[in-house]
């Protein structure tokens, strides 16, 4: 359960990136794309006045004393910054608005592709690692598209308009500042890697950490810890991931700190060789001041964007690690139909299993070659030890796993050559432990039917046996249950999904354990509730207690994955076999 579950040589580093797939993000938000464009190419042309604004300052109207010309430069110096400035604001709105955006479609699409996994995806993975990569993991895209998506263009733009400013400037010393680019961008090269292995690392250690707070601070979580008085443990065990976690991010940070240094020195060193050359070059071959100062000012808008290109790889490469994250679970194959499925309207309620078999994925359990049916209208009640396959059969029925071998009908249809939707929507499930939303009794139960009339519900809790109880709570049918409708007793909470099934009014009924775990008081209830339910309906009926399934028109005992008699109970008591034996553990 608390097993750790990252382990450094399985996370190679990856494939290449998808920048197809990258791109269909940002695809439909093309046209706020090409405004922003626009306005990154207005500033970085605006950006480029100021030097060269300095050159006629030094060059022409200091020498020349022309005040005038000197205002003018000034005014435009001033009036530029001003309005790159407002473009800067827009822009701000545009990348919040496109990054926001796809924040919001990644964030839909994941969720959606997760209710439609299997439900062996959800068994085999643990709730606090889907919850961390639906939301840490889709919030750190964000950072990505809104500044370095932003920063690469401008960057660009940046770099095209000033190589245009310094080779108009002077030929010699533009060509001499392109000369030492590569000296300053490969140095860089490999922090990328070691940033982007870190990322990753740090992130596995939050979905460990997320899993195991998510485990130990649920309400069953808590109680285990609780009754085995384990809170040490617990804390030994954080302590050491949120320890672990703790050394990761001191690493990505040491990372970052060097890359930095790299950075800060290049971005003097480059313009120091500048007045060096550019010195000797005033010095000897009449290179006016004014180009100088203007060119090692542009050279400075050279620089620091080439610097932040390559911090930009590094930026890149490591959230790719996220989207990566992302692209793995959308990648993982949903439920999905065959294409040439029909949709069942309506059913019967015949319901039947042909020699069915399924075994769970890397054991040898399951259930093996199991054929029954279910008439319309008829109980029938699986019985067998713990662990004998009664609750898969359960689950097999409405497709939450598909048999490896044999087939089950619905009237007639293979069930895999129908949509799970419409298999689904003829089935009521009212299982040992009912989930409720935390939220109103009345909300709960219009879950299964949204434009369920107010008579309608109370006629279903009636019947359910549950009404009574309900409007005898001080909010009535307002009552806000719990978290797993934890301030209701099992019993209530089991006749409340009685009601619900009853709202939902399907063809075939699964009850599993729908009355085991519960006092004689609230099992007369629920009995007398399911009688009104299983009104012609077809029902499946899985359970320990044999009291509830002396009426089934027909039952099955399983063992180890097999049925081993069948018969009603008159029969299999006279039998003497497996069902006398469970009888009579039973009953004593
Ligand atoms: P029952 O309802 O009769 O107590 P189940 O149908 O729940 O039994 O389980 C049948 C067998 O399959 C058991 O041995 C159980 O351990 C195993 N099993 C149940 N669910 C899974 C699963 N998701 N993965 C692997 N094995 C499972």
């Not at 709730?127 to 993991?137: L, Q, W, Y």
Request: net charge neutral.
């Amino acid at each position: 359960m608390w097993s750790s579950m990252y382990n450094p040589e399985k996370q190679k580093l990856k494939r290449r990136v998808d920048w197809r797939r990258l791109g269909e993000l940002f695809r439909p938000y093309i046209w706020q794309e090409t405004q922003l464009t626009i306005c990154i190419v207005a500033t970085s042309i605006l950006g480029l006045l100021p030097p060269l604004l300095t050159l006629s300052i030094i060059d022409k109207a200091i020498p020349k004393n022309d005040f005038n010309l000197l205002l003018i430069d000034v005014g435009l110096m001033l009036g530029s910054a001003l309005v790159s400035g407002l473009i800067g604001v827009y822009q701000g709105y545009l990348s919040s608005f496109v990054g926001e955006s796809i924040i919001r479609d990644l964030h839909t699409r994941l969720v959606t592709h997760l209710h439609h996994m299997p439900l062996s995806f959800f068994a085999a993975t643990k709730t606090g690692e889907i919850m961390n990569r639906v939301s840490n993991d889709v919030e750190a895209v964000d950072s990505v598209v809104t500044m370095t998506m932003v920063a690469i263009l401008t960057n660009v733009f940046i770099i095209i308009t000033t190589l245009f400013a310094i080779f108009a400037l002077d030929a010699r010393l533009a060509a001499l500042s392109l000369v030492l680019i590569p000296l300053m961008v490969l140095p860089l090269w490999p922090v990328g890697r070691r940033m982007y292995e870190a990322r990753k690392r740090t992130r596995a250690k939050r979905d460990e950490m997320h899993a195991s707070t998510q485990e130990t601070l649920s309400v069953s979580g808590i109680v285990l810890v609780k009754s085995f008085v384990k809170e040490e443990l617990e804390r030994s065990r954080f302590f050491k991931l949120a320890d672990d976690l703790m050394k990761l991010e001191v690493n990505v940070a040491m990372v970052g700190r060097w890359f930095l240094m790299a950075i800060t020195f290049m971005i003097t060193a480059g313009p120091a060789a500048i007045w060096l050359i550019g010195g000797f070059l005033a010095i000897k071959h009449g290179v006016t001041v004014g180009v100088l100062v203007s060119f090692v000012a542009l050279l400075g808008r050279l620089y620091t964007p080439v610097s932040s290109l390559a911090g930009v790889q590094v930026q890149v490469v490591s959230a790719l690690a996220v989207f990566e994250r992302i692209f793995d679970y959308l990648d993982m194959s949903e439920e999905r139909d065959s294409p040439n499925a029909i949709v069942l309207k309506q059913t019967d309620g015949a319901v039947k299993f042909d020699d069915v078999t399924f075994i769970y994925p890397d054991t040898n359990r399951g259930v093996r070659n199991l054929t029954f049916e279910i008439h319309p209208g008829q109980m029938v009640a699986i019985v067998g030890p713990s662990g004998a396959g009664k609750s898969t059969v359960a689950q097999l029925l409405p497709r939450l796993f598909d048999p490896d071998s044999g087939v089950i009908l619905i009237d007639q249809h293979d069930i895999k050559s129908v949509t799970r939707a419409s298999v689904r929507s003829h089935i009521g499930i009212v299982m040992q432990e009912t989930y409720l939303f935390h939220d109103t009794i009345l909300a709960n139960l219009k879950y299964a039917k949204e434009d369920a009339s107010e008579d309608e519900v109370i006629q279903a809790c009636k019947a359910a046996n549950i009404h009574d109880f309900i409007t005898s709570l001080p909010e009535g049918y307002k009552t806000i249950v719990g978290e797993r409708g934890h301030k209701l007793s099992g019993g209530e909470r089991q006749r409340l999904a009685i009601a619900r099934v009853l709202l939902k009014d399907p063809k075939i009924l699964i009850l599993d354990e729908a009355t085991s775990s519960l006092d004689t008081e609230n099992e007369a209830a629920i009995q007398s509730a399911l009688e009104p339910l299983m009104q012609g309906r077809s029902t499946l009926v899985v359970a320990h207690r044999l009291s509830t399934i002396m009426s089934a028109d027909c039952i099955y005992v399983v063992e180890d994955g097999s049925i081993v008699e069948q018969g009603n109970h008159q029969k299999l008591l006279a039998a003497g076999g497996a069902y006398a034996r469970l009888y009579r553990a039973n009953m004593s």
